[in-house]
């Protein structure tokens, strides 16, 4: 996939050399701005596809150490299977930016709510404090197969809180619950070892290995439409004029910067007071979250993306548009990016000690985090997006 990037991008700096030549006499003409709308709407798709794709490929490694685990459960194997379930979560947060206008990922049959919904009552899935048999894992005579199509079919059956599948279903799986002030969950890998610490030891390995199948599965799905050969690809890009595929970005940036990242993932949290209200409770893991969830909006309006190998893809941005027609708000949008991502990193890790200790900080982070929200919003609009 990488020497398909390189290739659009190389596509795309050739046709702006080509064009700047054509148009250095007149370099405000109408037909110019024009052409960098489009150029930097097909550098959003790169920014795209690069980050599902290193989003599935860290899924795919998680995916693989879980099998390699689960034939000889060690407790090295499960704290390598731990570090991957982390480091498959950087690539994924990042892409929660192209959420809220439904896309691929959260349109009417799209998998978000299979991947990331949370937050999640485990006592549906496995045992927890005071309920040595709750969950399907532990109920084999209801549940005797224990397949994706029962785990599918059960996510957010019962509540919104009955969480069966995604990220956080893994999460838990590795980690447990987090019973703790001072770190995550302990779950022992001896749950997965034949004569371990808990019953139904195969069982809770199977549920692991579909649950971590179903990741990639619903990946694939998304990165697929994403795809230059992909059907939203292709609507995406040649949605004319360009100013409605722009409308679509700006305004799911602002709803996922003000309303779901500072709302519903921060000021929640801190409002209800909850250690169990936070992104990633089991594995202590929401500072990092927020922190690549703020970083996939930075990637989407400075049109930059680099993955987990180092590698980077760059073009055509919104924040040139926005320097070359509203510098001023251009400026301030940049500032305020400099202000949120102050605000979150002062806030000490882990996230539910903070919720207890620190609130004047996660409130300031909330603060910069709605102000960056309502300023994609303007700079959007001054630089032609359709809302």
């Known amino acids: 996939m ?13 046709g702006a050399l080509l064009f700047g030549s054509l148009s250095c006499k007149k370099k405000t003409e109408p037909e110019d701005i024009e052409i960098w709308k ?14 599902y794709d290193d989003s599935f490929e860290t899924a795919e490694s998680l995916r693989d150490k879980i099998v390699a685990f689960l034939a000889n459960p060690t407790e090295s194997g499960f704290e390598s299977c731990k570090s991957a379930w982390l480091a498959a979560r950087n690539p994924y947060g990042q892409t929660e930016a192209y959420r809220f206008y439904s896309g691929p990922i959260d349109d009417g049959d799209g998998p978000e709510g299979l991947l990331n919904a949370w ?13 040595p048999t709750a969950g399907v894992i532990n109920k084999p005579a209801t549940y005797p197969n224990i397949t994706k199509e029962l785990i599918v079919g059960l996510n957010e059956l019962f509540s919104e809180q009955s969480i069966f599948c995604g990220f956080h279903a893994a999460e838990f799986l590795l980690w447990g619950q987090d019973l703790s002030t001072t770190g995550p969950g302990t779950r022992p890998f001896t749950d997965y070892a034949a004569g371990g610490t808990s019953a139904n030891q195969d069982r809770r390995g199977t549920y692991l290995t ?19 050969s992909g059907a939203y690809y292709n609507e995406f890009i040649n949605l004319n004029p360009a100013k409605k595929s722009m409308g679509l970005i700006f305004s799911g940036l602002e709803a996922f910067t003000y309303d779901e990242l500072a709302g519903e993932r921060m000021f929640v949290a801190i409002d209800l007071g909850d250690q169990e209200h936070e992104h990633s409770c089991f594995s202590d ?5 927020i922190k690549m969830n703020l970083l996939g909006v930075r990637n989407v309006y400075f049109g930059s993306y680099t993955d987990s190998n180092g590698f ?14 509203a510098p001023d708000k251009a400026a301030e949008v940049r500032a305020a990016f400099t ?20 609130k004047a900080k996660i409130t300031e982070a909330i603060e910069a985090l709605r102000a960056l929200g309502i300023q994609l919003a303007e700079v959007g609009v001054e630089i032609g997006a359709e809302f």
């Open 2 to 14: 990488k020497k398909q990037y390189i290739f659009l991008c190389t596509i795309l700096t050739a």
């Open 38 to 51: 489009k150029e930097a709407l097909q550098q959003y798709a790169i920014v795209v596809q690069a980050s």
């Open 119 to 131: 937050p999640m009552d485990e006592s549906f899935v496995d045992y927890v404090a005071g309920n």
């Open 210 to 228: 579909v649950v971590a199948n179903l990741i990639l599965e619903h990946l694939e799905s998304v990165r697929a439409e994403w795809r230059t």
């Open 285 to 289: 893991n929401t500072i990092a979250d």
């Open 312 to 325: 980077t893809v760059s073009g055509r941005s919104f924040d040139e548009l926005a320097t070359r027609l």
């Open 339 to 358: 202000l949120a991502e102050t605000k979150v990193n002062a806030i000490p890790a882990p996230f539910d000690q903070s919720i207890q200790n620190e």
